[in-house]
């Protein structure tokens, strides 16, 4: 029989007290990061700088970075169509990341794959994807490879809500959960897929559930908290690494900008209201309020942050901007290996 | 152009006016729906939305929720939703997108629609049509550019129409909708915006049937879906050097119109064939060999294929716009086939 872990955001008002200032300030500094990053993306994609597609990660970085601390640098991600949130929490450079959304070839992926293709095998993340659900099965692959050669590091795939509806997520949990993998689900439940709510896309209330149906334990997190979310996610890496078997992670949480790009609320698929509300509930206002309250960073710590992230961002757009196209010469690099 | 005198002897009293290839299929989905009470619409984003490219805007406010229907992401139920309900005779178009989403739900594709009716002893019919977009040009990359029709061209019991403009947009979709059997309609990225004169009223253009897009006595290029605007800029060009190019649209490459390619070798007596997808293994092999086989004798030069070379889409512009075929490439095998002969 599944059984529901407990509730993690329940614990989520008491904040740092038992994990230490350091671990605070790390997933600050994550979510800082993929914060600015993004952001100025969007400004770049604006000022048709970026070719393709720009799916924005704003308003999710707690799950990101609140995963992504509980993680080594050999455990390995799968991402999604959104995952430069992922990409920059589980430390890929950010120069090569900007260098692949202007198509350069010091970019991430040669300037190949573009955004919704970024990945660092040397980092553990083995990609984004356009195809939605693709991850899941790839993520447990790595887990079966893992414990295959005897090592100890798991594998996280994150989707979203969508996703779930996918034959592949399903498939994936049940190979998963029969082979016993090291797989940590992290469903990214931001309340929509493309522009179409939860509500008209499935009957749950809480994808959770659907751990169930695979004798997978789950727990539900509140989203926006990177404490909370960390939380879970140290309990269930830590039963994952120690055998224990896979085990899903819904957090609850928000996109602020559109489904793909910047414009925001260009057709009527979500209130202004909704938005609002939940852009009251930052996750990078919330962690920064209650590190100060609680004396765990001060705002100086805090702005420092922000501005050394912020010189580290501009250094890594005017790299990207000084790089080189690829050579068409290239065209067909990779197709093979060997 | 060439559409105009298509549309007028499709429908003589017909008033055309311009409209761009998303408003034309938008139009003739419409249309096809009025017509015919069977005709539902169910995919990703297409009812609320309208359509991640628009193509499904305003149909939900005619049409209601019992018609257009909004799916969850799973591409695998939705083709098998539209291959049961056609069973039993409803005609779906069922949506998926980006063509590359078809790795998702190819049994239902490939081993359910085309071959229900085989199958079940011709019993029962799968009037199912599959809408989707394809084609690079929009720096989408590898998993959501790419022009899958010689996969599916392959298969015996699907067919598949590639719109070359608004008009082919249109008619082609009307069409598929009113055929039988397991249509798949590759609607162009890149064309979504493009227009041409389109006759407001209901019609569909035969599958199965090529146009000549542009008589010319020196070499027959035979185009599929957005490289037949290219082929006819290249003819542009050649034809301020002297060099009269014929252009061929087939518009469905399942059943391929090879009859009028062969009239038209017989006189040029050069073929070039040009498409987006990879060369290798695409239907420009399929073509050539076709030609080879039936028109072997009138040929000055081995018959020549363009098409993308054997890699993923890359992403870079550049890299992008050199996988491409575009008309300079077009226009430089034209002049390769006439320095041959
Ligand atoms: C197989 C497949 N179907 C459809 C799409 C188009 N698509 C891209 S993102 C998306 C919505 C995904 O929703 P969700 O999984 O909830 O993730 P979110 O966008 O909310 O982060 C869709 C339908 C796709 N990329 N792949």
């Known amino acids: 029989m599944a059984q529901r872990a407990s509730t993690a955001s329940e614990e989520s008002a008491q904040v740092s007290k038992d994990l230490s200032a350091q671990v605070i300030k790390d997933l600050h500094e994550r979510m800082v990061r993929i914060r600015l990053f993004e952001t100025e993306a969007g400004k770049l994609m604006e000022a048709g700088k970026l070719p393709g597609f720009l799916h924005l990660y704003v308003g999710q970085e707690a799950v990101a970075a609140g995963v992504m601390a509980a993680l080594r640098d050999d455990d390995q991600i799968t991402s999604t169509h959104r995952g430069h949130g992922h990409a920059v929490a589980k430390g890929v450079g950010l120069r090569e990341m900007y260098a692949e959304l202007y198509g350069r070839v010091t970019g991430a992926c040669l300037g190949r794959g573009g955004s919704m293709h970024i990945n660092d095998v040397t980092r553990g993340m083995l990609g984004a994807n356009g195809i939605v659900g693709a991850g899941v099965p790839i993520a447990v692959g790595a887990a079966f490879a893992a414990r295959y050669k005897g090592e100890d590091s798991v594998a996280v795939t994150f989707f979203g809500d969508g996703a779930t509806n996918i034959g592949a997520f399903h498939e994936g949990a049940n190979m998963a959960a029969i082979l016993d993998l090291p797989v940590v689900f992290v469903c990214e439940n931001n309340g929509y897929a493309e522009f179409t709510p939860q509500s008209k896309h499935m009957l749950l209330t809480d994808v959770a559930d659907r751990a169930a149906a695979y004798g997978m334990p789950s727990v539900i997190v509140d989203g926006m908290d990177a404490v909370a979310v960390h939380r879970a996610a140290v309990e269930a890496v830590e039963r994952a690494r120690s055998g224990g078997g896979p085990m899903m992670i819904e957090a609850k949480t928000y996109r602020f900008f559109d489904h793909q790009g910047v414009k925001g609320l260009r057709h009527p698929y979500r209130s202004d209201d909704e938005v609002a509300e939940w852009k009251a509930r930052d996750p990078i206002d919330l962690i920064e309020t209650r590190a100060v309250a609680d004396g765990t960073a001060t705002r100086a710590e805090l702005d420092d942050t922000w501005q050394r992230t912020r010189d580290e961002i501009a250094e890594a757009i005017a790299y990207a901007e000084a790089s080189p196209l690829p050579d068409t010469a290239d065209l067909l690099l990779n197709v093979y290996s060997g | ?341």
């Open chain 2, 1 to 341: 152009m060439t559409t105009l005198t298509e549309a007028q002897a499709v429908a003589p009293n017909s008033t055309a006016r311009k409209l761009s290839y998303v408003k034309a299929f938008n139009e003739g989905l419409a249309q096809a729906m009025r017509e015919d009470e069977n005709v539902f619409v169910a995919g990703e984003d297409v009812a609320g939305y309208g359509g991640v490219f628009r193509m499904f805007d305003n149909l939900l406010d005619e049409f209601g929720p019992r018609r257009m229907i909004d799916t969850p992401i799973s591409e695998a139920a939705l083709v098998g939703l539209g291959v049961g309900a056609a069973a039993r005779g409803l005609r779906p178009v069922v949506d998926l997108m980006f063509m590359d989403f078809i790795g998702v739900c190819l049994d239902q594709i490939v081993n359910q629609a085309a071959k229900m009716k085989y199958m079940f002893g011709g019993s029962v019919s799968v009037p199912l049509t599959i809408t989707t977009a394809s084609g690079a040009g929009l720096g989408a990359a590898a998993q959501h550019s790419q022009s899958l029709e010689a996969w599916l061209a392959h298969v015996p019991g699907l067919k598949v129409v590639m719109p070359s403009d608004a008009y082919t947009a249109k008619g082609l979709t009307v069409s598929a909708i009113r055929d039988d059997n397991p249509v798949v309609v590759m609607l162009n990225k890149v064309l979504l915006g493009s227009s041409c004169e389109v006759p407001e009223e209901i019609y569909g253009i035969p599958l199965g049937q090529a146009h000549t897009a542009r008589h010319g006595s020196d070499v027959t290029v035979i185009a599929l879906g957005r490289m037949v605007g290219e082929a006819l800029a290249a003819a542009d060009e050649l034809a301020a050097e002297g060099v009269e190019i014929e252009v061929i649209d087939p518009r469905t490459v399942q059943p391929l119109d090879t009859e009028t390619m062969f009239t038209s070798v017989r006189r040029t007596n050069r073929v070039l064939v040009v498409h987006e997808a990879v060369t290798f293994g695409g239907l420009g092999a399929e073509i050539a060999a076709q030609i080879q086989d039936a028109a072997f004798d009138y040929l000055d030069a081995p018959v020549l294929r363009i098409g993308a070379p054997f890699s993923p889409v890359p992403f870079s512009p550049v890299l992008e716009k050199a996988y491409v075929p575009d008309r300079d490439r077009i226009a430089q095998g034209c002049r390769r086939l006439l320095e041959r002969s």
